[in-house]
């Protein structure tokens, strides 16, 4: 598997999501207790620590992973990188210290691509909108259902508290400061493919 990148555009990404029925899949914590059929689509992409999901995750939004598209200084990425399944990283940020045998191995997110949505957004895209922009410059005629995408009204499955941040949250102080814009990514995501071929399913 190969790194590729001719022109800004991942060949080998685009060679399997083209013409595809393609399921994108957020990590909102708010599928739980939920079935949604993640797995009749042709190809599944997840982000970040989704190669990993415990089991009451996979009763609702199943197992089976084509693409992880991650960002963040926690991915362990030389580990990633040695999956079956291919990894894209999207961030801009420490492309520099991720090692060449691991580039070698996994792709990384055009960063006119990366310029471009923070234009638009005027804040920093998340992972997940990032996602949403390489597939729907990819896909063609194929179309792409959302699971799992709440624009930041809830918590990822995956996030834990420190005893600290507990606190602050039970004295209703704020604890993080979210780099996105929710609202803004909503606008650009409903509006990146004609409505035949773009589906929010609602966690």
Request: aromatic share 10%; hydrophobic share 40%; proline share 3%.
């Amino acid at each position: 598997m190969e790194g590729i990148v001719d022109d800004g555009i991942m060949v080998d990404i685009k060679s399997l999501i083209q013409g595809k029925r393609v399921a994108l899949v957020g990590n909102s914590r708010k599928v739980l207790g939920q079935q949604f059929d993640v797995e009749r689509h042709d190809v599944v992409i997840r982000m970040n620590d989704a190669w990993q999901l415990p089991e009451e995750m996979k009763q609702s939004v199943g197992a089976h992973l084509d693409i992880l598209c991650v960002s963040g200084k926690k991915i362990k990425i030389d580990e990633l990188a040695e999956k079956s399944f291919r990894v894209i990283w999207m961030s801009p940020k420490n492309r520099d210290i991720i090692s060449e045998a691991t580039c070698e191995k996994i792709y990384f997110y055009p960063l006119d691509w990366w310029q471009a949505l923070y234009g638009t957004l005027g804040a920093r895209p998340s992972t997940g909108c990032m996602a949403v922009d390489m597939i729907r410059r990819l896909i063609g005629d194929g179309s792409m259902t959302l699971y799992g995408f709440d624009f930041f009204q809830n918590d990822s499955w995956h996030k834990q508290y420190s005893l600290k941040e507990k606190i602050k949250r039970w004295l209703g102080m704020k604890i993080y400061v979210n780099p996105h814009d929710g609202q803004k990514e909503a606008q650009f995501i409903k509006q990146c493919l004609p409505a035949s071929q773009l589906n929010i399913v609602a966690p």
